[in-house]
């Protein structure tokens, strides 16, 4: 069964800095998704980026970029200029396509980012 | 596009009622998952649907757990004979069924407390 951990449950980082938010997984699987999502408090769940595991090259979103390391089972999360608004739960997922042709995610405990001003 | 809502937002129920909640996924999404969450955990997977067909569930759900999706469009989540486990916000989620399409768009939640 595939999991996915994420070893910090709180990380801070002051206004305009950079912080990095680590993720592994654990799977058998060569062809799957892995995403981060954000929940700001009491405020629906969006999508940060996402990553393609057949992909090598690693995804940027503007402020946000991924460190996809497929052999390692690693994907950390890189937020440039942190701004006030970054401050939420942030949730590393992995997605797979099933036997059954349907689609599970797998998301981790999640980390709470606090930005100070 | 009004985006994925769920009905209701709160329920607060006695120990061993059956509650039923909706979801409206995003008009065009054919996919649509249904999620648990308790307070300072990440969404734990209950069940996934492609247009009307169930073709996920996970195994931890309970057989007082049911879910469907008449139509392929909105989706209802019932849990019979509720027990103060239950106590959790229950998200809906949506997305395309188009190649490369994985986001999943979510609603608010409901959230529900048994008492």
């Known amino acids: 069964a595939q999991t996915v951990t994420q070893s910090q449950p709180e990380m801070s980082v002051q206004e305009a800095e950079t912080v990095t938010l680590s993720c592994t997984y654990d799977t058998s699987e060569n062809n799957y998704y892995l995403f981060w999502y954000k929940q700001p408090p009491s405020r629906q769940m969006i999508l940060v980026i996402r990553?393609?595991?057949?992909?090598?090259q690693n995804a940027t979103e503007n402020r946000f970029s991924v460190n996809f390391q497929k052999a390692a089972k690693s994907f950390s999360l890189k937020i440039s200029d942190s701004q006030l608004g970054d401050t939420a739960m942030y949730f590393c997922a992995f997605m797979k396509h099933e036997n059954t042709g349907g689609f599970k995610t797998i998301f981790g405990a999640g980390t709470r980012l606090f930005v100070k001003a | 596009d009004t985006g994925v809502s769920q009905d209701p937002r709160h329920k607060i129920t006695k120990r061993g009622q059956n509650v039923t909640f909706r979801c409206d996924p995003i008009?065009?999404?054919?996919?649509l998952y249904w999620y648990r969450q308790t307070l300072g955990q990440g969404p734990e997977f209950l069940t996934y649907f492609q247009n009307e067909a169930q073709l996920e569930k996970s195994r931890l759900l309970s057989d007082r757990f049911s879910a469907e999706r008449p139509k392929g469009s909105f989706s209802t989540l019932e849990i019979q004979r509720t027990e103060q486990g239950d106590s959790a916000m229950y998200l809906c989620?949506?997305?395309?069924?188009?190649?490369?399409?994985?986001?999943?768009?979510f609603g608010p939640g409901t959230r529900l407390t048994v008492t």
């Open positions: 989620a949506s997305s395309l069924g188009s190649q490369g399409s994985y986001e999943q768009y």
């Open positions: 008009s065009e999404h054919n996919r």
């Open positions: 990553q393609e595991a057949y992909k090598q």
